[in-house]
């Protein structure tokens, strides 16, 4: 037996996904060893205190104790998927989620997701966020962004208006195995290339080779100081360099049109876009279920002083915000507010926009307020050390990001129900681009997966002990076959949850409406 992906938090309760009484036999069987390395690894987070506070391991010690961690969970463990026979039915999953969402887009969130395997493994992260807490960890702890796979990597603006690819979406980011992002996104790339048409060889290469770039990326991180991993981004100039040559010309040039839509998804385009002038007054086109003004899902006895608590709310998250951003905010004039959907997971969970205006109607701001929710990580890996789910949101995205939203902030809000729940804020569209899945052939997809491995390297170098990955690692490719064998298991079992999902809006057991995407 290993160890499985629970961690212990001092003077909290322990959070366990394993079979019922099977805790205590893990954790006997992962030994001091096991809890050394999960105090070592809190310390390097910073959990524990600050540098001057706390003693910081050498990269030797680090390698050691990734090295030493092998024990605990040899490489190749990470090749199983053995799920207990008591499993929690992906049906029941979602419906649970459901509970806490908004009961009118349930419907449509089934609807996206139930297109196809892929799009149902985009909506699935809580799903397999339970199914993770039962494989092998390292121990080895970072902040995890919980729900890696290939489309949550994309490019924006980086506020020096370099255009920078990296993770993109941290709705359920908090501190957990390192692993388990890798295992995300492996799974993703699996199930991408089974949608795509790829056969079992090319798809395996598309894994491993994601995999094994984590693990140079790694290794080369660990040879780097602390600030140079700090200032570490993956640009457009890094990425021509680096895998230009490998994508060929043909996959080279779609990039280059990615890119330029990228920079076109501006506060300009979401303007012309989004709004129109009714009376004299700019306003958000109202364009149901996607986009609905607030006034028109506003009670008729909430509608005296809407605009007032609005602007109260952007009050609040100002207050979240640097000095010199919040000096930026308040040189714009709040005008309008709408509901809308985003994702294919998050649909149901509370998202709107806000309209504000600079200096003229050339100058707008479109602000995106997400609601944050518990992690799926949580039920595992122990509550936020986060009171407010938005502050978890932020501040994961600000550790793990090379470069963050100039806008990013939190708030807790009270909603049109009257019930307080909390946010995320930051800019609706900066230079937003991702790829298409459905446009990818073998070879962009490898190139895809590489930059991917790179980044999620580096995401975790900043905020874990690069060192004891690095030395668990190792050079040779053995974890990264492992991880391809879990990749092709998970896919199985992912298709197997997809059917039953099928099967229960055929049944009637749930609604489904068109996809709208």
């Known amino acids: 037996m290993y160890r499985r992906g629970r961690h212990r938090f001092r003077g909290r309760r322990t959070f366990s996904t394993a079979p019922a009484g099977s805790a205590a036999g893990l954790e006997q069987e992962a030994g001091d060893r096991s809890q050394e390395v999960d105090d070592q690894e809190r310390e390097a987070a910073g959990r524990d205190g600050d540098?001057?506070?706390?003693?910081?391991?050498?990269?030797?010690?680090?390698?050691?104790?990734?090295?030493?961690?092998?024990?605990?969970?040899?490489?190749?463990?990470?090749?199983?998927?053995?799920?207990?026979?008591?499993?929690?039915?992906?049906?029941?999953?979602?419906?649970?989620?459901?509970?806490?969402?908004?009961?009118?887009?349930?419907?449509?969130?089934?609807?996206?997701?139930?297109?196809?395997?892929?799009t149902f493994y985009r909506g699935a992260a809580g799903i397999m966020a339970q199914d993770l807490g039962q494989t092998p960890v390292s121990g080895i702890r970072v902040q995890a962004c919980g729900d890696a796979h290939l489309s949550n990597f994309g490019g924006f603006a980086a506020p020096d208006r370099q255009l920078v690819f990296d993770i993109n979406d941290f709705d359920e980011t908090l501190p957990g195995p390192w692993e388990?992002?890798?295992?995300?996104?492996?799974?993703?790339?699996?199930?991408?290339?089974?949608?795509?048409?790829?056969?079992?060889?090319?798809r395996r290469q598309i894994v491993t080779d994601s995999v094994a770039r984590y693990r140079k990326a790694m290794h080369r991180f660990a040879g780097m100081s602390n600030l140079d991993v700090?200032?570490?981004?993956?640009?457009?100039?890094?990425?021509?360099?680096?895998?230009?040559?490998?994508?060929?010309?043909?996959?080279?040039?779609?990039?280059?049109k990615n890119v330029a839509k990228a920079r076109g998804k501006d506060r300009l385009r979401a303007f012309s876009k989004l709004t129109h002038v009714v009376d004299g007054e700019l306003r958000i086109i109202s364009d149901p279920p996607s986009v609905v003004p607030f006034e028109e899902i506003t009670p008729a006895d909430r509608l005296p002083g809407l605009d007032d608590r609005i602007r109260a709310i952007l009050s609040n998250y100002r207050e979240t915000l640097s000095r010199d951003r919040r000096h930026l905010l308040d040189s714009y004039r709040y005008v309008h507010a709408a509901m809308k959907v985003v994702g294919v997971g998050s649909v149901g969970t509370r998202c709107w926009i806000v309209l504000m205006i600079g200096r003229d109607t050339g100058d707008p701001l479109f602000l995106q307020v997400k609601e944050a929710q518990q992690s799926v990580l949580e039920p595992s890996q122990g509550t936020s050390e986060f009171s407010n789910h938005g502050e978890r949101v932020v501040e994961g995205q600000r550790t793990t990001q090379s470069a963050s939203d100039i806008f990013l902030g939190w708030v807790r809000a009270e909603g049109i129900d009257q019930v307080k729940r909390d946010y995320y804020v930051r800019q609706l569209w900066d230079w937003k681009g991702s790829a298409r899945v459905e446009n990818m052939d073998p070879r962009s997809m490898a190139v895809y997966g590489q930059i991917c491995g790179s980044v999620l390297a580096r995401a975790h170098a900043r905020t874990g002990d690069r060192f004891a990955i690095a030395g668990y690692l190792g050079n040779s490719s053995n974890f990264d076959q492992a991880i391809a064998r879990f990749a092709r298991a998970y896919a199985d079992q992912n298709e197997r949850d997809y059917k039953a999902v099928l099967e229960a809006a055929d049944s009637g057991r749930i609604k489904v409406a068109p996809s709208d995407r």
């Open 51 to 118: 540098a001057a506070s706390r003693d910081i391991p050498s990269p030797d010690e680090g390698r050691a104790r990734g090295k030493a961690a092998r024990k605990v969970a040899p490489r190749s463990s990470h090749g199983e998927l053995d799920l207990p026979s008591d499993r929690v039915d992906p049906v029941e999953q979602l419906e649970r989620q459901a509970a806490s969402r908004l009961p009118e887009l349930i419907p449509l969130r089934y609807g996206r997701m139930l297109v196809s395997a892929f």
């Open 180 to 202: 388990w992002d890798l295992k995300r996104l492996a799974a993703s790339l699996e199930i991408g290339g089974r949608d795509r048409g790829f056969g079992k060889k090319e």
């Open 230 to 256: 700090f200032y570490a981004r993956t640009g457009l100039p890094e990425i021509a360099e680096r895998w230009g040559p490998e994508a060929g010309k043909k996959t080279w040039k779609k990039a280059e």
